[in-house]
């Protein structure tokens, strides 16, 4: 639990909705852990004017707010059920723990650095006390309605915000940093002009940063400020210090001061607070830890690089790892972010003086678990030239201390060099999005994202023990943050925050894809905002590719589609390409076959790729959707051409399979080094996104380019049994043709459907997919397509036992073959396999085996392996177990076409030894559905 009210009043996990509850918890924790009472809340809450009901309407709040502490302290806690706010005549007590409320923790740290001071260890004091400004977020008690008691507390409480402020600035100009002052007191005297001791602050900078002038005019300025609008002259300090600076008093300029003779100084401790539910990382903080140096013997300048993607606990991981190895380094842990105001790279002068405030000599820093200083702090303008001296401070301040210093969220290995440089004799851990390979001697851990059960745990840990009457729905939300551990502690804080949601319910809003990124945020923690920031640091080239990279219709892709989308030369697209990986911005894996490299997206940052998609210039989304298209369907043709030699294209003037066709997509990437000599190993690889590809064609109106694709996946899905995705594509692929008033290619496609039909043994519509096709076919004038519709009608009929219908048909299907002219090898070779079919089930075993024999010549001209094989089998079979058909016994079932079988012939009385009864697949692939026609 955490109050705040050093800025708008709050507390975690969840800040109480009313504003009468608001200012019920303001009032109690003003004066926390004392008795408040019930007349003094009535005149907080109403002022003067309280209604009749204001005693028993104030119980009502007491018990509202009461229910949202216990809600949050949770029922395992010490002050749950009612335990931390207590009814104490004559009002209320609010028990807050010892580090639970900022102001208590900013009086400490106040106290604390006026003492140092005192003693002379300012930079001990400059420390504390910045660390003590640092728990302000804004004007105290800010957010709520101000009663008597609130407005005055609230006045106390920015003057003594001031007075700190000022005390910090005197220890900081004790500690020679004066150049750094001066842009931040000029901003303080136009805030604060009637302050006299800021305008002293000032003179007192400039003239030590060697600006006398300067320092005379700002003198002019407080004068006239208080002369003209007050009617006073300065105070005597400030009237003096103007004197010494016109006499270039020699006092007035700053000396280093030096450390007691024989003092060692205290350890430097800046790390921010340890992550109470930080999760998993076991492995990864066990090599780490290998990495480091021992707590005794030499300590060279090791560097051990971080990365990872936004979000994926970087600087989380760095900070558990100083913590658990803080005895190896005894003069201490520091971190520094090397970012400033919106996001922006620090250079190095302002990187070192941030050092040197922290590790500087004599520094005793700061207190174990207590947040650095903001970034814009550390983007105080350093002058020009200085870069140099700071990094002598900053080697003579660690040179021989063994010090763990975290670089946190460098930019790039030109940041961090001259930082390395400066820092002998420490162990560096430098986070960054970015890879950083070109930082020499470096040891390098990738972060990836959590495992499933560990970003379970992790969103347990936020959401409570309600979760676990969900698992399934925990394991969903887990999933949809691609396990990305600030997206899980985002949604589990959403969901903390909502104790009226279940988690399913929670899980399904995520889920929705029209919110894109909207749901991942709580407070100040914003996944989209995080995402983007590595975005944005990458180059135009870079970010482009980002964009349309979304487009692939999988979040795993090869080098050859990107090429495609981004409508370059493979080599370029690749060192785009490479770029991202580089960046963490896309993810890469060797593919499946082991010969080529895959990316993919992080499924958040394909969320803020498809968001972003909308800066691109009109058409140019459709250009990159079309090319990847016909990136696909070159490839796609190669790939069938060899996996079914001969078959033709299903539509009239359909682009041919030729390797020309396929090479000039994809930057020239020739088809051979593509696909390989392994089509059905390319298909497996390639195939959900062929399939995305078919939908995004069609979605985009390119009717012709979503029939092709599907008729160039016929092929695999046929060898292949995908059925899902055959009836999907070929859906999508009969409403192109529709659409596009093409009844050619209406026919090709229901020609297919019904090929789909008859091996899921649906022979009805089958054959009415086969008629239709037909009727089509002879409409355009188009024999071959009649003669494979008249193939597939004469499977149908074999099917049924109607094996003489179908001899009739295979032998017409012949004759238009024939009279069709050359080019149906192919159709010729099917029609082949059908004669042998009629001939064996008619008991001709002779001339079913010539027949077979005919077929399998065929099909080695083609150089299909795979009807070779299915004719060589089938011939083997039958003189295995030659049937004497005279006695009326047949076979139980028999292969019509590779690895289809039909299951139960008619007066079926012998078994097929080895036959399978759902049958079997293209040997090699995987069996996708069962493949039994009867």
Request: aromatic share 6%; with cysteine; hydrophobic share 45%.
């Amino acid at each position: 639990m955490r109050f705040r009210i050093l800025g708008p009043v709050s507390m975690t996990p969840r800040t109480p909705t009313a504003a009468k509850v608001r200012v019920l918890l303001a009032a109690l924790l003003v004066r926390a852990n004392e008795v408040v009472s019930t007349e003094s809340l009535i005149d907080e809450l109403w002022d003067i004017d309280p209604p009749r009901t204001a005693a028993t309407t104030l119980q009502v709040y007491v018990s509202q707010l009461r229910k949202a502490l216990a809600d949050a302290d949770g029922p395992g806690d010490a002050f749950a059920a009612g335990r931390r706010l207590h009814t104490v005549p004559p009002g209320y007590r609010l028990h807050v723990g010892e580090d639970e409320l900022d102001l208590s923790r900013f009086e400490f740290l106040r106290r604390s650095g006026k003492e140092a001071y005192e003693r002379g260890n300012f930079a001990a004091a400059s420390g504390l006390l910045r660390e003590s400004l640092d728990l302000w977020t804004g004007v105290a008690l800010s957010g709520v309605p101000h009663g008597p008691v609130l407005a005055t507390t609230g006045v106390r409480l920015e003057e003594l915000r001031t007075v700190t402020l000022e005390q910090r600035i005197a220890a900081d100009l004790r500690l020679g940093r004066h150049h750094e002052l001066t842009g931040e007191l000029m901003e303080l005297v136009s805030r604060h002009p009637y302050r006299e001791t800021l305008h002293a602050h000032l003179m007192v900078a400039l003239f030590r940063a060697d600006r006398q002038s300067d320092a005379l005019r700002a003198f002019a300025r407080a004068r006239r400020s208080l002369v003209e609008e007050l009617g006073v002259e300065p105070g005597a300090g400030l009237r003096k210090l103007h004197d010494r600076i016109l006499r270039s008093d020699p006092t007035l300029a700053w000396q280093e001061p030096a450390a007691p003779a024989g003092q060692e100084p205290a350890p430097a401790l800046w790390l921010p607070p340890a992550t109470a539910d930080f999760t998993g990382r076991e492995d990864v903080l066990t090599v780490a830890g290998k990495l480091l140096p021992e707590a005794a013997g030499p300590a060279p300048q090791p560097v051990l690089v971080v990365s990872g993607r936004a979000g994926v606990g970087k600087s989380a991981l760095a900070v558990e790892l100083a913590r658990r190895n803080a005895d190896r380094f005894p003069a201490g842990q520091v971190l520094l972010h090397l970012r400033g105001p919106r996001d922006m790279a620090l250079d190095a002068g302002q990187a070192m003086a941030g050092l040197l405030r922290r590790i500087g000599p004599g520094s005793e820093g700061r207190p174990a678990g207590q947040a650095p200083p903001a970034a814009a702090e550390e983007a105080a303008a350093v002058p020009d030239g200085d870069q140099e001296e700071l990094a002598e401070r900053l080697h003579r301040a660690v040179q021989g201390r063994r010090l763990l210093v975290i670089l946190d969220d460098a930019s790039s290995e030109e940041q961090v060099r001259p930082l390395l440089a400066a820092l002998p004799d420490t162990f560096t851990v430098v986070t960054s999005r970015r890879t950083l390979a070109g930082l020499d001697g470096a040891r390098h851990l990738t972060l990836d994202v959590l495992r499933p059960n560990e970003a379970q745990k992790l969103l347990a840990s936020i959401v409570g023990p309600r979760l676990a009457d969900d698992p399934a729905a925990a394991q969903e939300i887990a999933r949809l943050c691609g396990h990305l551990p600030l997206a899980v502690r985002v949604a589990g804080t959403g969901l903390a925050a909502r104790p009226h949601w279940t988690a399913a319910a929670w899980a399904a809003r995520l889920a929705d894809e029209s919110a894109g990124l909207s749901r991942f945020v709580a407070g100040d923690l914003d996944v989209r905002a995080s995402l983007l920031a590595g975005y944005r640091e990458v180059g135009p080239a870079e970010r482009r590719a980002f964009r349309l990279l979304s487009l692939a219709p999988v979040p795993d892709f090869p080098l050859w589609s990107a090429a495609a989308l981004l409508g370059l030369p493979a080599a370029e697209a690749e060192q785009v390409v490479e770029r991202l990986v580089e960046s963490q911005l896309l993810g890469v894996r060797r593919a499946a076959s082991g010969q080529a490299y895959r990316y993919s997206f992080h499924r958040l940052l394909r969320k803020l790729a498809l968001e972003l998609l909308a800066d691109e210039l009109p058409g140019e989304v459709e250009s990159a959707t079309e090319r990847l298209g016909s990136a696909y369907l070159g490839y796609a043709r190669y790939a069938d051409a060899l996996l079914a030699p001969g078959r033709l294209p299903g539509a009239a003037g359909a682009r041919p399979a030729a390797r020309a066709a396929a090479a000039a997509v994809a930057g020239g990437s020739e088809p051979a080094l593509v696909v390989g000599d392994t089509p059905a190993r390319w298909f497996q690889d390639e195939a959900a996104g062929l399939v995305d590809a078919v939908r995004q064609a069609h979605t985009a109106g390119l009717w012709r380019l979503t029939w092709e694709l599907a008729d160039a996946l016929t092929g695999w899905f046929e060898a292949g049994s995908v059925w899902g995705d055959w009836a999907a594509t070929h859906e999508l692929a009969l409403d192109a043709t529709l659409l596009a008033e093409r009844p050619a290619e209406r026919a090709a496609v229901l020609h297919s459907l019904g090929d789909l039909a008859w091996q899921q043994r649906r022979t009805r519509p089958a054959a009415d997919r086969y008629e239709s096709a037909r009727a089509l076919f002879a409409a355009a004038g188009d024999r071959a397509g009649q003669a494979r519709c008249l193939v597939g009608l004469a499977d149908v009929a074999l099917s049924s036992g109607e094996s003489g219908h179908a001899g009739k048909l295979y032998a017409q299907a012949a004759g238009l073959f024939e009279a069709d002219g050359p080019g149906h090898a192919r159709g010729q070779a099917d029609v082949l396999r059908g004669l042998a079919l009629v001939s064996l089930l008619a008991g001709r075993t002779e001339e079913a085996l010539h027949r077979f024999g005919d077929f399998v010549e065929a099909a080695q001209r083609l150089g299909d392996k795979r009807w070779s094989q299915f004719g060589s089998r089938s011939i083997d079979r039958i003189q295995e177990h030659v049937v004497d058909w005279a006695t009326g016994r047949r076979m139980e079932a028999l292969e019509v076409r590779p690895g289809v079988w039909l299951v139960g012939v008619p007066h079926a009385g012998v078994t097929y030894p080895g036959v399978p009864q759902a049958g079997v697949a293209y040997p090699g692939l995987p069996h996708a559905g069962a493949t039994a026609a009867g």
